[in-house]
């Protein structure tokens, strides 16, 4: 009667061991990968402004896939803390307009979340700029000349430093009048030519250009369009770029601090008089540089410091 009981009592023991196994083993990945927060810097923004995405917490195998119809480059994300982060432009020619916007998580090859946000790209009109140049000078903005300066550029902003070297405010690089605005629509000799992607700021050859904020030059070279360039990496795929220099006082890989000059004013390649043109890109979609004069302080503390919030 004992040993019977015993037997009773081992049968139901093991099927509550292997009953509790298996439940573990189907919840695995949820005890495992627990799910991740999707942190968003803001829900709305304007086309030329950016926002910040930061998943956490992930672990190294982690990755994020961030859709929308207005992003047209895929975000990078670098690890930061126990998380990963990305900066994400909303491009110049962003149609307004209220998207979902889908995060999807991965471990390994398995998505174990996935979320839709809402986001609203607001409206945003840009002046429109006529320019008249001779027939020379328009021939220097040749579609071959330009597919020459893409592969230069295209392969400085190709990767990023996994940090933030930027700290606090970015600066002005010269104080000078604003003679086009970013995204201006430009129609040169009466053809449209394209939008404006950075800010140019008048000023008399010679004067010193600074950089705006902590970084490392990833490209410090003539160019057929954009003359004499320097283009800094900030970290985490921000960039600016210093465009129809004069002389360039800084070298490829060097770092160099806020505040340092990099080069002087000019006019060298496409460009009607002395003037700097000043760009601010995530990877290779271009920035409104009022904006990262505003806002960059901010969403470094946000990055770093982890103060997004939901
Ligand atoms: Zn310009």
Request: hydrophobic share 40%.
């Given at each position: 009667m004992r040993q019977k009981h015993c037997l009773v009592l081992s049968s139901v023991l093991v099927v509550i061991v292997v009953g509790l196994a298996v439940t573990l083993f189907v919840l695995q990945p949820d005890v495992m990968c627990p799910k991740p927060n999707v942190i968003f810097s803001a829900v709305q923004a304007e086309p030329g402004e950016f926002f910040v995405v930061r998943v956490d917490p992930l672990g190294e195998d982690g990755s994020v896939l961030v859709e929308a119809p207005f992003i047209t480059e895929d975000p990078c994300f670098f690890r930061q803390g126990k998380g990963l982060v990305a900066l994400i432009p909303v491009g110049y020619r962003s149609d307004p307009g209220v998207y979902a916007l889908e995060v999807a998580v991965t471990k390994g090859s398995k998505t174990i979340y996935d979320t839709e946000q809402v986001f609203t790209v607001n409206a945003r009109n840009f002046a429109i700029q006529k320019l008249y140049v001779s027939p020379e000078l328009h021939a220097k903005r040749d579609e071959t000349l330009w597919a020459d300066d893409h592969m230069y550029t295209g392969h400085a902003r190709a990767q990023s430093n996994p940090d933030p070297l930027w700290h606090g405010p970015f600066l002005e690089p010269l104080k000078g009048r604003i003679t086009t605005q970013f995204g201006q629509i430009r129609y040169i000799n009466d053809q449209e030519s394209g939008r404006h992607s950075g800010l140019d700021i008048a000023s008399p050859q010679g004067t010193p250009v600074v950089a705006t904020n902590d970084g490392a030059v990833a490209l410090a070279r003539p160019l057929?369009?954009?003359?004499n360039t320097v283009i800094l990496d900030h970290g985490l795929n921000l960039f600016t770029s210093y465009s129809h220099l004069d002389q360039i006082a800084v070298e490829l890989g060097q770092r160099v601090t806020k505040g340092q000059v990099i080069g002087t004013v000019g006019s060298t390649?496409?460009?009607?008089?002395?003037h700097l043109h000043w760009t601010v890109s995530i990877g290779g979609t271009f920035v409104d540089p009022y904006f990262v004069l505003e806002s960059a302080d901010y969403l470094e503390g946000a990055i770093l410091r982890g103060e997004l919030s939901d």
């Amino acid at each position: 009667m004992r040993q019977k009981h015993c037997l009773v009592l081992s049968s139901v023991l093991v099927v509550i061991v292997v009953g509790l196994a298996v439940t573990l083993f189907v919840l695995q990945p949820d005890v495992m990968c627990p799910k991740p927060n999707v942190i968003f810097s803001a829900v709305q923004a304007e086309p030329g402004e950016f926002f910040v995405v930061r998943v956490d917490p992930l672990g190294e195998d982690g990755s994020v896939l961030v859709e929308a119809p207005f992003i047209t480059e895929d975000p990078c994300f670098f690890r930061q803390g126990k998380g990963l982060v990305a900066l994400i432009p909303v491009g110049y020619r962003s149609d307004p307009g209220v998207y979902a916007l889908e995060v999807a998580v991965t471990k390994g090859s398995k998505t174990i979340y996935d979320t839709e946000q809402v986001f609203t790209v607001n409206a945003r009109n840009f002046a429109i700029q006529k320019l008249y140049v001779s027939p020379e000078l328009h021939a220097k903005r040749d579609e071959t000349l330009w597919a020459d300066d893409h592969m230069y550029t295209g392969h400085a902003r190709a990767q990023s430093n996994p940090d933030p070297l930027w700290h606090g405010p970015f600066l002005e690089p010269l104080k000078g009048r604003i003679t086009t605005q970013f995204g201006q629509i430009r129609y040169i000799n009466d053809q449209e030519s394209g939008r404006h992607s950075g800010l140019d700021i008048a000023s008399p050859q010679g004067t010193p250009v600074v950089a705006t904020n902590d970084g490392a030059v990833a490209l410090a070279r003539p160019l057929n369009v954009t003359g004499n360039t320097v283009i800094l990496d900030h970290g985490l795929n921000l960039f600016t770029s210093y465009s129809h220099l004069d002389q360039i006082a800084v070298e490829l890989g060097q770092r160099v601090t806020k505040g340092q000059v990099i080069g002087t004013v000019g006019s060298t390649g496409f460009s009607t008089g002395s003037h700097l043109h000043w760009t601010v890109s995530i990877g290779g979609t271009f920035v409104d540089p009022y904006f990262v004069l505003e806002s960059a302080d901010y969403l470094e503390g946000a990055i770093l410091r982890g103060e997004l919030s939901d």
